[in-house]
C-alpha cells in the first residue's frame, strides 16, 4: 500500500502535469502540422519525473508493484497529458503499459534486465514499445533460439511510440517450441528497419509505423515467455487506459473551444454580442461540458474501483464498469470534438487553429476496437451477471 508520503508525491506530480497542458497543447500542434514525434512533449514529461508513477517504489518511482496498485494515478496521469495532445498521451500510455508487464509480478525477466530498465527509465528518459500487431503483415514473427539467445526475424505492423526509437517488446513465436515469446530489442539496434510509413488522419504523432526485425541477436536476460493470456485486472486497466486517453481529448477539445469562443466578438446570431451572451452558444458548452464531467467521473470512478478491489471480489462487475468508462468516453469525447467549429464559426477552421486534430485524433483511436462490442459485452453483463471468457474480448 502507498505510504501519505508517496501519496502525496503522487498528487504533486499530477497537479505538476496538469500545469503543463498548455504546453503540451503546443508541441502536439506542431507534431501534428509536421506528421513528426513530439519529442519536446516527451521530453517535458521526462522533467517532470512522470515516469515514476510506473516504476516501482524499491527502484525509485511511486507504483507499489501490485498487480492492482498505481492504477488510479495512472488513468489520471494519462487522461491530463491527452488533454494536452492525444498522441503523446498514447506514446506515455505505451511506456506505461509496458513497463506494467515488465515490472509487475512474476516478470520472468531476471533481476539486472529489470534494474537495468528502471535506471534507463529515470535517468535516460527511455521510451517503450509494444510491438505486437502483425494483421496485413507477411507472417508470423519469430524467435531462433541460438547460443547465447536468440535470433528475431520477421515484420511488425503497428508501433506505436517508436518515433523516438527506445526499446521495443517484441511479442513472437519461438521456433522449435511454437511457444509465445516476448523479447526486448533497441530499436537504435541497425538490424531494425522501421519503414516510416506511419502517415493517417489522427494521432500523427504516435508514429506507429512498420517495422522490421532483421535477424536481430537478442542475449540471455533479454527474452522471456510471454503469459498465455493477460488477467482480468489486466485487461480491464487496458479499457481504461484507452478510456483515459479518449476522455483526455475530449477534455482538450472543450479547452480549446472554450478559449476561442472568449476570444469572439460575436455570438453565433446577429442579435448577441458575445458567445456568453448567446443562450444557443451556452447550452451546446453546458452540454459538452456535463457529458464529459459525466465521462470522467465514471472513469475515475472504475479505476478507483480497480485499484481497491480484492481477490475472490465479482471481477466482472468492475471490468464492466471499465467496459462503460470506454463507452462513456468514446461518445464524450468525439461530441466535444465535433462540436469545436459549430460553435466558433468558419474562421476557427483555419490552419492557424488546427482544431480538427481534435475530431482527427479522437475518431482515429476511437476506431481502434469496436464501440459496439463493449456495448454487448456491457449488455451481456446486464442480462446475465456475468462477462464472456477473456479469450473471446481480446486477442494477443
Known amino acids: 500500500m502507498p505510504t501519505p508520503e508517496s501519496a502525496a508525491e503522487v498528487r504533486a506530480l499530477l497537479a505538476a502535469i496538469r500545469e503543463r497542458r498548455g504546453e503540451l497543447a503546443e508541441g502536439g500542434f506542431a507534431a501534428d502540422r509536421d506528421n513528426a514525434d513530439p519529442a ?9 519525473g512522470a515516469v515514476r508513477l510506473v516504476v516501482p517504489a524499491e527502484r525509485g518511482g511511486l507504483w507499489d508493484g501490485t498487480e492492482r496498485g498505481g492504477w488510479g494515478a495512472l488513468i489520471r496521469a494519462v487522461r491530463e ?30 533481476e539486472a534486465t529489470r534494474a537495468e530498465l528502471a535506471r534507463r527509465m529515470l535517468d535516460d528518459d527511455l521510451r517503450f514499445v509494444s510491438s505486437v500487431a502483425e494483421t496485413g503483415g507477411p507472417g508470423r514473427v519469430t524467435a531462433r533460439p541460438v547460443e547465447g539467445g536468440v535470433v528475431l526475424s520477421g515484420t511488425k505492423t503497428f508501433n506505436s511510440n517508436s518515433g523516438g526509437r527506445g526499446t521495443a517488446l517484441v511479442g513472437c513465436l519461438l521456433e522449435g517450441e511454437r511457444s509465445a ?51 482480468q485486472v489486466f485487461l480491464a486497466a487496458v479499457m481504461l487506459l484507452h478510456a483515459a486517453l479518449m476522455q483526455g481529448i475530449g477534455d482538450g477539445a472543450l479547452d480549446a473551444l472554450v478559449r476561442h469562443a472568449r476570444t469572439m466578438k460575436r455570438g453565433s446570431l446577429p442579435r448577441f454580442a458575445t458567445p ?16 464529459l464531467a ?24 468492475v471490468t464492466a464498469d471499465c467496459f462503460r468508462a470506454k463507452v462513456a468516453a468514446v461518445e464524450a469525447s468525439l461530441a466535444a470534438a465535433t462540436e469545436i467549429h459549430e460553435v466558433t464559426g468558419a474562421r476557427s477552421t483555419s490552419h492557424a487553429h488546427r482544431y480538427d486534430r481534435f475530431w482527427r485524433n479522437a475518431r482515429t483511436f476511437a476506431s481502434h476496437d469496436p464501440t459496439d462490442a463493449k456495448n454487448v459485452y456491457v449488455g451481456g453483463y446486464e442480462l446475465t451477471g456475468h462477462l464472456p471468457p477473456l479469450s473471446t474480448i481480446i486477442r494477443r
Open 40 to 48: 519536446a512533449n516527451m521530453a517535458l514529461l521526462a522533467e517532470s
Open 81 to 110: 497529458i491527452s488533454a494536452g495532445d492525444g498522441p503523446t498521451g498514447q506514446n506515455w500510455l505505451t511506456t506505461a503499459l509496458v513497463a506494467r508487464e515488465l515490472f509487475g509480478p512474476g516478470s520472468a525477466f531476471p
Open 181 to 231: 515469446h516476448q523479447v526486448l530489442v533497441d530499436l537504435n539496434h541497425d538490424q531494425v528497419e522501421p519503414h516510416d510509413d506511419w502517415d493517417n488522419m489522427g494521432q500523427r504523432g504516435t508514429r506507429s509505423q512498420t517495422i522490421t526485425y532483421r535477424d536481430v541477436f537478442v542475449p540471455d536476460g533479454w527474452h522471456r515467455p510471454a503469459e498465455e493470456s493477460p488477467s
Open 276 to 291: 456568453a451572451e448567446d443562450p444557443l452558444v451556452l447550452r451546446r458548452v453546458g452540454a459538452l461540458s456535463s457529458g
Open 294 to 317: 459525466a465521462s470522467r467521473a465514471l472513469l475515475h470512478d472504475a479505476a478507483d474501483s480497480l485499484e481497491t478491489s480484492e481477490d475472490g471480489e465479482d471481477g466482472d462487475a
